[in-house]
T-cell receptor, first 113, second 117 residues
Framework: TQLLEQSPQFLSIQEGENLTVYCNSS?????LQWYRQEPGEGPVLLVT?????EVKKLKRLTFQFGDARKDSSLHITAAQPGDTGLYLC?????????????FGQGTILTVHP | AAGVIQSPRHLIKEKRETATLKCYPI?????VYWYQQGPGQDPQFLIS???????DKGSIPDRFSAQQFSDYHSELNMSSLELGDSALYFC????????????????FGQGTRLTVV
């Protein structure tokens, strides 16, 4: 069974601070996706990282995929109250488990004005 | 752009009743996934279909069944409902897959909130 450990589970910071969320596994994933989810709504895809060592930037968000494709991080620069939400990493299995996403436990981010 | 459509958005059922959840994938997407998300939990994979055939199976109870139809929409049928089945049920769709995960980004619907009383 592939597991994704996401940390921290809760993060409460002030507007303007930087933060990093980590997603770690002992398994290799063919790709890793980051989602943001609002209460009662479906996860919204932020980014997909595929290549080991890949770095993708989405405005103030920077996503990195580990060289071995077992871990990933999400870094937010100068956080804003609008960034508040649940962030989920999800690993995509290759091989015979086509398209099955394994989710981390999520990080609840609260950015205070 | 068209997104994944799920219906109904909310459903209240009594114990031992049955429920049917529907999912309409993004046009031209041929793969559908079902996830269950309990309160405060991350989504748990239930089952997936590719080109109308079951492609993978997760922690789906035997009381649940699902299928993908010729128009690629999918239905999740849940029987003998239990209180513990109360959760958000998400459907996601993607355009095919490759063994190395390329072009397999999954887009989620807004979910169906099922409450069993």
């Amino acid at each position: 069974t592939q597991l994704l450990e996401q940390s921290p589970q809760f993060l409460s910071i002030q507007e303007g601070e930087n933060l990093t969320v980590y997603c770690n596994s002992s398994s290799v994933f063919s790709s890793l996706q980051w989602y943001r989810q609002e209460p009662g709504e479906g996860p919204v895809l932020l980014v997909t990282v595929v290549t080991g060592g890949e770095v993708k930037k989405l405005k103030r968000l920077t996503f990195q995929f580990g060289d071995a494709r077992k871990d990933s991080s999400l870094h937010i620069t100068a956080a804003q109250p609008g960034d508040t939400g649940l962030y989920l990493c999800a690993g995509l299995s290759g091989g015979t488990s086509y398209g099955k996403l394994t989710f981390g436990q999520g990080t609840i981010l609260t950015v205070h004005p | 752009a068209a997104g994944v459509i799920q219906s109904p958005r909310h459903l209240i059922k009594e114990k031992r009743e049955t429920a049917t959840l529907k999912c309409y994938p993004i046009p031209r997407h041929d793969t559908v996934y079902w996830y269950q998300q309990g309160p405060g939990q991350d989504p748990q994979f239930l089952i997936s279909f590719y080109e109308k055939m079951q492609s993978d199976k997760g922690s789906i109870p035997d009381r649940f069944s699902a299928q993908q139809f010729s128009d690629y929409h999918s239905e999740l049928n849940m029987s003998s409902l239990e209180l513990g089945d109360s959760a958000l049920y998400f459907c996601a769709s993607s355009l095919g897959f490759t063994p190395w995960g390329q072009n397999t980004e999954a887009f989620f619907g807004q979910g169906t909130r099922l409450t069993v009383v």
